[in-house]
């Protein structure tokens, strides 16, 4: 196998294949087409699925177009056609026209399919025939590719028409722009410099305008270059539908020296809605010859009007032929998922390289992302093109997700160590009283909530506490121990809040210190009552036994006190039995009423647990 290489000016020999590792990543390209089987004069190939900008992945469907056939002396004898190429280098024809496909451009554009084609002959040449189909650029338009493969575009209307009886004129159909257009640039037109449009087209959408790049000869032998002319529309074809042709302009780059730009592959930047890359077969060529071969590489440029272009960086390196090269890049870029960015390259070009078509490949070259970022940045600001403010590149997004970092754990307010105490258990089913605390715990506090008022309505909200309003009747303290017992309806005063129903079951099984106090005060008066009643009932007795009259009503108290265990005797005998009956009886509730009350005081001083209840319904009177 011949292995080609090339010495520039003795520092350093580039073979082909060789990539720039600043920006190419090192990595072996990724044969996409073998076309060692492929028809062998298939050239200047397009990316048409997936379209601009649209994600590629393994999955994705490679869609090439590309020109076949082959020219000759005489035109009639050409067979230039174009064709759609997957991945497997199967081809279909899908346009049989020698002046359309000679220099064809196809590309997806959002969801329609356009293809830009066609040379241009003039009757004043000698390559002029009768009905010559090259009469410049139309353009073909479909919403499907099937549509396409199934012979929508084979036939395209178009060519030279008759005027009249003797001019020629060229077809209205889909027209772009011919021979003739403003601003045209080809040394080898004659003295009007008629462009023939012998080299491959490129289109792209910008700005809301279409840019066509064709090329430029700007030498009689060599000098290849290009121009860009402008649609004064967003329509792609019609009268007078483009500006003048501009010539492009590279900075570093001197186009009337001896190197050769074979054509300018447009493509949108995948990232930067206000900026364009192009892709270049460039041959640097030799001072002094048209066609002299020098350093041969394929080039990435950038730019933001369409016609002013950043310096050239290199990113694969060729080999050249006759101020051509033998490896040519494939019009377009291929936006990966993780955003990276690819572009093709065919190499060994049939008709260029000797080695084709043996060693003909469709082969993908990844670009490294952060330096093709840098890149775009510093040719925005060199190029003072630039109106529209820099857009920030995208990030690309990461093929896996990084790590995320660890979850902090969630903020609480901050509480209390607990504390070594039980909570006492607040139901009224179990009074604290009854579960007695650790010895190193403090009693647990009750705080004193007031009970709803009886005379409250049952929807009516409580009453917020206001410091200027009394209570409706002050409560006993300290320092008047001897004030009235309160009512129970007053224990609660109207403008506290009402309490809850666990506050009321906390109030049952634990009285407060006034209630106390009146219960005490209660204790007191039944005390007082019991004695007076006990010191009646023995004063009676003693008028009876020693009083003026025994009879009568005597007899009757008698007879009623004893009831029916004493018998009512009239006789001595018999009084002297009542009275020692009478005696025995008042000895005995003497010592029934000692035993009560001090019984009584007994309990009163061992618990405050007096309900009441009991008071009111008189259960211990």
């Not at 009259?549 to 018999?574: F, P, Y």
Request: contains cysteine; negative net charge; aromatic residues 8%.
């Amino acid at each position: 196998m011949l292995v080609a290489s090339l010495c520039i000016g003795g520092a350093r020999s580039y073979a082909q294949g060789d990539v720039n590792p600043d920006i190419v990543s090192p990595d072996e390209p990724v044969v996409m087409v073998d076309l060692e089987d492929a028809d062998e004069t298939l050239r200047y190939f397009d990316i048409v699925e997936p379209g601009s900008r649209e994600l590629f992945n393994e999955h994705t469907l490679l869609v090439l177009a590309a020109r076949g056939g082959h020219g000759a002396n005489d035109p009639s004898d050409e067979t230039w056609n174009m064709r759609l190429v997957d991945a497997s280098a199967q081809s279909t024809v899908v346009v049989w026209d020698r002046g359309f496909a000679a220099n064809v451009f196809m590309r997806k554009f959002g969801d329609e399919y356009l293809a830009f084609g066609g040379e241009y002959v003039d009757d004043s040449e000698g390559e002029w025939q009768e009905h010559d189909l090259r009469d410049g650029v139309h353009v073909l338009r479909s919403d499907s590719l099937q549509k396409v493969r199934d012979g929508a575009w084979y036939s395209p209307d178009h060519g030279f028409q008759r005027n009249g009886c003797c001019d020629w004129v060229v077809s209205p159909h889909q027209f772009a722009l011919d021979g003739w257009h403003g601003g045209r640039r080809d040394a080898r037109g004659g003295l009007d410099n008629l462009m023939m449009f012998d080299g491959k087209l490129s289109v792209v959408r910008h700005r809301g305008h279409w840019l066509l790049y064709a090329r430029a000869n700007l030498k009689q032998h060599g000098g290849r270059f290009a121009v860009v002319a402008r649609s004064r529309t967003e329509a792609p074809w019609g009268d007078d539908a483009y500006e003048d042709f501009q010539v492009i302009s590279i900075s570093g780059y001197d186009h009337s020296g001896p190197g050769n730009v074979y054509f300018v592959a447009v493509d949108r930047h995948p990232f930067d809605d206000d900026v364009l890359v192009g892709l270049m077969p460039v041959n640097m060529g030799q001072p002094g010859e048209g066609n002299g071969d020098g350093e041969s590489f394929i080039a990435l440029s950038f730019s933001c009007d369409g016609v002013h272009w950043s310096r050239l960086t290199k990113l694969v390196w060729s080999v050249g032929r006759e101020g051509r090269t033998w490896d040519h890049p494939v019009d377009g870029l291929l936006l990966e998922e993780g955003g990276n960015v690819s572009f093709l390259v065919h190499r060994n070009v049939m008709d260029i390289s000797p080695l084709a078509p043996e060693d003909s490949r469709i082969l993908r070259y990844r670009l490294r992302t952060d330096a093709f970022h840098a890149l775009s940045l510093q040719a925005r600001q060199q190029l003072s093109n630039c109106s529209q403010p820099p857009v920030p590149p995208h990030p690309p997004p990461p093929s896996s997700p990084p790590p995320s970092p660890p979850t902090p754990p969630p903020s609480f307010p901050r509480s209390s160590p607990p504390s070594p105490c039980p909570p006492p258990l607040q139901s009224p089913l179990f009074p604290p009283s009854s579960i007695p605390p650790p010895p190193s715990c403090p009693p647990p506090p009750f705080p004193r909530s007031p009970s709803p008022s009886p005379r409250m309505p049952l929807l009516q909200p409580p009453m917020p506490y206001s410091p200027e309003q009394q209570p409706i009747r002050p409560v006993p303290s300290p320092s008047t121990p001897n004030a009235p017992p309160p009512a129970l309806s007053a224990i609660t005063s109207s403008n506290m809040a009402a309490p809850s129903a666990l506050e009321r079951a906390r109030e049952a099984v634990q009285p407060a210190s006034s209630e106390v106090l009146s219960r005490k005060a209660a204790l007191g008066v039944v005390l007082v009552t019991l004695g007076g009643s006990a010191m009646l009932l023995g004063g009676c007795l003693l008028c009876k036994r020693f009083g003026p009259k025994r009879g009568g009503l005597a007899d009757g108290a008698r007879s009623r006190r004893v009831g029916s265990r004493v018998r009512v005797d009239t006789t001595e005998n018999g009084r002297a039995e009542s009275q020692e009956a009478e005696m025995y009886e008042l000895n005995a509730a003497a010592q029934e009423a000692r035993t009560w009350t001090g019984g009584a005081a007994a309990r009163s001083s061992e618990s405050d647990e007096w309900d009441l209840d009991e008071l009111k319904y008189g259960t211990v009177l």
